[in-house]
Nanobody
Framework: VQLQASGGGLVQTGGSLRLSCAAS????????MGWYRQALGKQRELVAT???????NYRESVKGRFTISRDNAKNTVYLQMNNLKPEDTYVYYC?????????????WGKGTQVTVSS
């Protein structure tokens, strides 16, 4: 299974970006999907997650500004980021927990850089 993320870039404070992450390959079932972010030299942190049924969870600092969604038919997860702030500048990674019929396997996409200028 491969996760392909896209949509990062450079934006000014208050701007918006939409990240997408599509899963491909031999997929039996995808459970939770999510977005995480990481700054150089720091631990990766959770941004938002979404279950296969659509239940969501957000880190406190992005509530009301970011929205996670998914299209199960396309095996794709999105992150709409509005009112971006310089402190949102990170490399963003998508994540998917899959079930292959025997076991749970977690996959990560390559990161996409989000830079918010002041």
């Amino acid at each position: 299974v491969q996760l392909q993320a896209s949509g990062g870039g450079l934006v000014q404070t208050g701007g918006s970006l939409r990240l997408s992450c599509a899963a491909s390959g031999r997929i039996f079932r995808i459970n939770d999907m999510g977005w995480y972010r990481q700054a150089l030299g720091k631990q990766r942190e959770l941004v938002a997650t979404i279950t296969s049924g659509g239940s969501t969870n957000y880190r406190e600092s992005v509530k009301g500004r970011f929205t996670i969604s998914r299209d199960n038919a396309k095996n794709t997860v999105y992150l709409q980021m509005n009112n971006l702030k310089p402190e949102d500048t990170y490399v963003y990674y998508c994540n998917a927990e899959t079930w292959d019929g025997l076991r749970l396997i977690e996959y990560w996409g390559k990161g996409t850089q989000v830079t918010v200028s002041s």
